[in-house]
């Protein structure tokens, strides 16, 4: 006796999907148009094209791996819109970092049940904004940050989470700087990066999103290459997005309207990205 058969059903199949992970679809864009504009992060004052975003994706893809970050492993970013947290979205991407995305409204109950959770390795995190301090918040979840070496975390209440990456310029124990990781990334880790890239696939997870929660704790849900890519790439046909196009981004990138409408749409046409603000200002 037979098992049931397999049901499938197919939609429309134009335009055809782009069949590539994330990190061939960034460097593809990269080369075609390399010196058409990508980011423009208002608030910090930064405007690259794509060759100036690429040789930064790059490095920090090779800081990465030099933290011994492996393809399949969290990476979380708990961090309003700012130029890294686009770097780590496509640095991680390329070595096959399942990328994190964590809602900088989280209150300390609500990043220590994420980042257990999905079991993070590493945490991409900014100062402070507003009147949440996410240092202090991180401290007191692991107090043990204060007598660890970077990278060397063993904390009780996160047991999974090894490496903290702060942004901006201030030492703080037992935390990488962000600025910083670029000087680990040697040439011998970037070829290694370019060969850890060509071996991962469209199908492999790359993201986690969590639900709002309003109804129970927040559900992880996990994305691929070929899904978010494709998402982005859509809606950016949908709007009619080309290379010669900016697209503002006010809204929050740990979303999947920012990470993924936002960044991704703009990246699979070749448009430029523009973040106003930090977080949603009307004027900016």
């Known amino acids: 006796m037979t098992g049931p058969a397999l049901s499938v059903a197919e939609g429309a199949a134009e335009p055809p999907l782009l069949d590539e992970t994330i990190g061939q679809a960034f460097d593809r864009v990269a080369a075609r148009w390399p010196d058409r504009p990508a980011l423009v992060s208002r608030h910090q004052n930064i405007r690259w094209n794509y060759a100036e975003l690429k040789a930064r994706v790059d490095t920090y893809a090779a800081a990465f791996m030099a933290l011994g970050l492996a393809p399949g492993e969290r990476i979380g ?14 640095a991680s991407a390329k070595l096959g ?3 994190v995305n964590l809602n900088p409204a989280y209150r300390r109950a609500e990043v220590e049940y994420a ?5 993070c390795r590493a945490l991409v995190v900014m100062p402070q904004h507003a009147s949440s301090d996410y240092i202090e918040m991180l401290q007191t979840l692991a107090p043990e940050l204060a007598e660890c070496a970077p990278g060397r975390l ?3 209440r996160l047991p999974e989470l090894r490496t903290v990456i702060r942004l901006g310029d201030t030492p703080t124990p037992g935390m990488f700087n962000f600025d910083a990781l670029a000087e680990q990334a040697t040439e011998s880790l970037r070829a290694r990066v370019d060969s850890r890239a060509a071996e991962l696939n469209p199908r492999d997870p790359i993201n986690i999103q969590f639900t709002s929660g309003t109804t129970g704790r927040p559900k992880g849900a996990t994305l691929t290459h070929h899904n978010i890519l494709n998402n982005g790439y859509l809606v950016g046909a949908g ?4 290379e010669a196009d900016r697209i503002a981004v006010p809204v929050p990138l740990y979303h999947c309207f920012g990470m ?5 749409a703009a990246l699979t046409h070749g448009a430029a990205v523009v973040y106003p603000a ?3 200002e009307p004027a900016a």
């Open 97 to 99: 970092l399942i990328l």
């Open 239 to 242: 709007i009619g997005a080309t």
């Open 154 to 156: 063993i904390s009780r």
């Open 77 to 90: 970013i708990w961090a309003h819109n700012c130029a890294e947290w686009m770097i780590t979205q496509y």
């Open 115 to 119: 980042l257990n959770k999905v079991g």
């Open 260 to 264: 993924v409408m936002g960044n991704l």
């Open 278 to 280: 930090a977080s949603f």
